[in-house]
Structures are given as C-alpha cells and as structure tokens.
C-alpha cells in the first residue's frame, strides 16, 4: 500500500488544486459521480474546521492534508503539526501557506510514528486505501495509547467500498484506485471490532465528525520517552524541479 495511487499525478486532481477550483469528482466505475470539494479544501479554514482544529490535543497529524488550509491555520496557531499527502502539488501548496508537509502516504514510514497526540482524517479521508478497518489499525500506530483521532464521516449512513477514479469535464481521468465512504455508524462498527473508544459525536454546518482513541495504557506500559520532533522533516521551499520534501 505504499505505491503512489495514479490519481495523485493524475492532471485533473492537479490542475484543480492550482486553479484552486473544480469542477472535479470521484467516478465509480458504474459511471456515478461523487462531486468533490474543491474551493472549500483551497480556501481558509472555515467556520467548522475551526471548531474541529480546537477540539485537537497536543501535536497534530493531517493524514491527507490535501492544500493545507488545516495545517497551515494550526501551524498559524503556533502548534506542532505535520501534513502528509501523496499529492506533490497538495505538499507544495501547503508549504507555499506555511506549514510543514511531506509527499508519503500514511501506510509508508512516517515521522513520530506512536508519538502524535492527535490524528485527523478529514473531507473523506477516512476513506483512504478502501479498507477502514487497515486505517483505523495503521493510525493507531501513529497515535500513543488515549490518543485522539478525529475523523470526518458522512451525514448519511452509509458503507460502501468502491474503484474510483478522479474526473473533470475536460481531462481525461486517472487510474482507478480504492476508496471507502462511511457514515459515523459504519465507522463506529468498525472502531469497535479495533477496539478504539468513542469519546464524541457531533454535527456542525451540515458535516459530521467523530472523536475516538486508541485503547488506554496499561499500568505498566512505558511513558513515551521523547515527543514528536519533525524539524528534520520541515520540507523545503519549492524552487523549479526541486522535491518540496524529503522522502
């Protein structure tokens, strides 16, 4: 799973987060379309991404960080906070707004790995890798044990695991590549058989989250010994062909 998914080169996911607008959407290979978000992931931190970023605790992980409008704002607020994304023009768009972004997908190696304090799957990002239980296993690696993750999910209840493809009108698409999306129920049932604890539940401007954590230390379990330290990971300011992160 650490192979970068086509979609992430693919020209319409790209040329969108240039343009900073869509239209761009998710295609299932039944020919229905999922229209993406694009000019909210591009703008600022809204409204109701603020009150999802003051629910964070400690250091934040942005697993799918996209053009960084979370991490730049965190990183705005003075807090250690690193996105991953496997898009480069996503990591070079969030350097460009002043955070700190690495091109990685969060099955491959990552930085501070069982040292994060919070995990954020956000727009749909719960979703990655089209197999929720593998991610809910691979960010309890992320987080020591009682760390937070906030996920978003759907208003609807759904679970559905589909091959998709990134479209717009005019490009032709990228390859097909497997995505999930769950509502909060779906994405309860299957953080109870990985045994997170459901700490909340909440709907705010018409978009729904869920806060959970990992299961508890145990008496006898060490304390982590240092915390989470990724200035040997700040990426590196864009200049031409230059990689904007270290890989």
Not at 42 to 53: F, H, N, T
Not at 144 to 151: C, E, F
Not at 228 to 238: C, E, G
Request: net charge neutral.
């Amino acid at each position: 799973m650490t192979t970068t998914p086509a979609w992430a080169t693919a020209d319409p996911y790209a040329t969108a987060l240039r343009a900073g607008r869509g239209p761009l959407f998710l295609r299932r290979t039944d020919g229905w379309l999922l229209p993406l978000e694009v000019e909210r992931w591009c703008a600022r931190a809204d409204p109701v991404d603020l009150d999802v970023l003051d629910r964070c605790e400690g250091t934040v992980l942005d697993v799918g960080c996209g053009p960084g409008r979370l991490v730049a704002e965190l990183a705005a607020r003075g807090r250690t906070v690193l996105g991953i994304d496997v898009s480069q023009t996503a990591v070079e768009n969030t350097v460009r707004l002043g955070g700190q972004a690495l091109r990685r997908s969060v099955f491959e190696p990552l930085p501070g790995e069982g040292r994060w304090d919070t995990v954020l799957l956000m727009d749909g990002n719960v979703g990655i890798g089209g197999d929720p239980r593998a991610l809910l296993d691979r960010v309890a690696q992320l987080l020591p044990p009682g760390g937070l993750l906030i996920a978003e999910t759907l208003p609807v209840d759904v679970d559905e695991r589909a091959e998709v493809q990134v479209v717009d009108i005019t490009l032709a698409p990228g390859g097909a590549f497997p995505w999930a999306r769950l509502g909060t129920p779906a994405l309860l049932r299957y953080a109870d058989r990985a045994r997170w604890s459901v700490v909340h539940q909440w709907t705010v401007g018409g978009r729904r989250f869920a806060a959970l954590r990992t299961r508890a230390a145990s008496s006898n379990a060490e304390t982590p010994k240092s915390t989470v330290v990724i200035s040997s990971q700040r990426a590196r300011k864009p200049s031409g062909d230059s990689p904007v992160a270290e890989r």
